[in-house]
């Protein structure tokens, strides 16, 4: 057997995964060692006084060395029992030898050299004393006692200090395991990043979470008429977004879990819950059926109609599609989530390697064009001028890209949502810009998915980005309204208005690849009198009636009004 099979048999379970295979066999030792004893005491049972009775009991020293041989290719626990057997059934040829210098009594060393060769310090000390505790029992039984409790220590003492000699042989052979502290879930986290592309280009409706909820509902009205429907799923903050909606561009549902209400009882219960009324309170019929991954819930779908009634069959029909769909929506959602987590660590280390790239050579720079400005007044000569405009320049090139860093830095929180983030960003813009920044915000009490706001944000900021950088204007209109699914972001200047674009200009590129993941379009016209107005719309319409805050401010104080 090899030996790093024999180690898992022998060495406990932790011990025979971490260990390091070596290129001596302790168990090969073992043996020679058993057959180097049963070849002394056959030598000395030949040549000593009661050679008839040692040799006559020699072969059950044989047994003991076959036993304990056997023994060591179990487990330890087995392992270490059957070398008691041995050293208690040698104990027993020893005292049928009435001999006080039995010559049996070298075997003793034999199991327990192996139990510390193989086991350790207890191997080497388990083993002789049940071994004396068979010898000294035998005490009454014996004609002849005289040096015969002399005998037994000086044996057991020489068979001790053979295991411990093995156990001291057994620390020193074996390599030295270098505990090194590893975090599993990073080896947990490559296996799965490993293994993503591959998995990916496979899947057959890709990774969208949007997607698959769409074709979620598609699937179920194909098996169970329905007039709307709606896919919902649990963000970071504790709240359902509505992920995809069906013959309805807003769904008006009372979706809060913690009251109860259908969705509530659905999430709790993990069951289809059919009810005899529209969850938007009219006659009909609904469905609510939960996803669930396991034994956790992360999304519930909402199905109502208006003419006919949901039975036992459409609920049934519509848990099992739900459940075929759920793990490729959860998964979908997790890689969004990755997504995120990545793309928001790649544009903090961006904003670090300016921050103390560039924008410090820069800073540097203009210090250096201070003196040289300083100097040459000094000189009064005519470069001053030339001097003062390049450090104004360097000052503005800093300025960009401190702004640049800022913009990179900013996210949305889980907690605070889109408008507390926008909010955040144009304060510091009319802070740092000089433009009088007019900000309106509308939002409901739901929130729209993660990703949406986000990309929301990053077109916000390259609209502002823009009107600050090239507009020429001199105030700026920041307009948010959002009642999920619906959502309307307008930001307008009253700069110069649209004129030629540049060959170097990639901004309403880059609004318009973002906006194309939000499976709409940003719209870029005049504003009357004078300006630019970019709109990217998400529904059909967005309500007025939601509360409204407007704020202004130009980087002073904050006026609300």
């Known amino acids: 057997m090899p030996f790093r099979a024999l180690r898992g048999l022998v060495l406990p379970d932790d011990e025979a995964e971490t260990a390091t295979p070596e290129r001596w066999e302790p168990e090969s030792v073992a043996l020679v060692v058993r057959l180097l004893v049963l070849l002394m005491c056959l030598v000395l049972s030949a040549v000593s006084q009661v050679s ?33 057997v041995e050293a208690m059934i040698a104990a027993v040829a020893i005292v049928a030898t009435f001999e006080p210098t039995s010559p049996l009594f ?37 004609h002849n006692t005289q040096n015969y409790g002399a005998a037994i220590g000086e044996w057991i003492v020489l068979a001790v200090a053979a295991g411990l000699l093995a156990a001291w042989v057994r620390r020193l052979l074996r390599p030295v395991d270098r505990v090194v502290p590893v975090d599993t879930s990073y080896a947990a986290a490559y296996r799965l990043l490993a293994q993503l592309r591959p998995v990916a280009r496979q899947l057959s409706v890709g ?3 949007g997607t698959i909820a769409s074709g979620l509902l598609e699937e179920l009205r194909a098996v169970s008429e329905f007039d709307r429907g709606g896919v919902f799923v649990r963000t970071g903050a504790g709240r359902l977004i509505p992920l995809a909606a069906l013959g309805a561009a807003r769904i008006d549902w009372d979706v809060d879990i913690a009251d109860d209400g259908p969705f509530a009882e659905a999430w709790l219960s993990q069951r289809v819950q059919r009810l005899s009324r529209q969850l938007s309170g009219p006659p009909g019929s609904a469905l609510v059926v939960p996803l669930v991954i396991g034994l956790r819930t992360f ?10 009634r949901f039975g036992p069959a459409d609920a049934e029909r519509a848990t099992t599609i739900a459940a075929e769909t759920a793990l490729r929506l959860e998964t979908a959602l997790l890689f969004d989530e ?6 928001a660590e790649e544009r903090r280390r961006v904003a670090r390697e300016i921050h103390d790239g560039i ?13 040289l400005a300083a100097e040459a007044k000094s000189r009064s000569e005519p470069s001053e001028a030339q001097l003062l405009q390049l450090r104004s320049e360097i000052t503005r090139i800093v300025s960009e890209l401190r702004m640049s860093i800022f913009d990179l830095r900013s996210e949305v929180d889980v907690h605070g949502g889109l408008g507390a983030a926008l909010s955040e960003y144009v304060r510091t813009v009319g802070r740092q810009s000089g433009l009088t920044v007019h900000l309106s915000l509308a939002e409901s009490a739901n929130r729209l998915p993660s990703e949406t706001e986000a990309e929301l944000l990053r077109i916000a900021q390259e609209a502002v980005t823009n009107a600050r950088k090239h507009a020429e204007a001199e105030n700026l209109w920041v307009t948010l309204s959002i009642d999920p699914p619906d959502a309307l972001l307008r930001v307008e200047d009253d700069g110069r208005g649209l004129g030629r674009a540049r060959i170097d200009s990639y901004g309403l590129q880059i609004m318009r690849e973002r906006a194309a993941r939000l499976r709409t379009e940003v719209r870029v016209e005049n504003r009357e009198p004078k300006g630019t107005a970019v709109e990217v719309r998400l529904g059909e319409g967005v309500p007025a009636t939601l509360p409204e805050t407007t704020e202004a401010f130009d980087g002073g104080e904050v006026p609300t009004r």
């Open 106 to 142: 070298p075997y003793l060393i034999a199991p327990t050299f192996a139990g510390g060769l193989l086991v350790g310090v207890t191997g080497a000390i388990v083993s002789p004393g049940f071994a004396a505790l068979v010898l000294v029992s035998a005490f009454p039984f014996l």
């Open 338 to 343: 990755v997504r995120g987590m990545a793309t």
């Open 207 to 209: 990774l969208d979470p």
């Open 52 to 84: 008839g009775e040692a040799l006559l009991w020699f072969p059950l020293l044989i047994l003991a060395a076959v036993i304990g041989t056997v023994g060591q290719r179990f487990r330890p626990l087995v392992g270490r029992l059957l070398r008691i």
């Open 359 to 371: 924008a410090q050579e820069l800073s540097y720079l203009g210090y250096f064009v201070d003196g």
């Open 299 to 308: 999304g519930l779908v909402g199905l109502e109609a208006e003419n006919r």
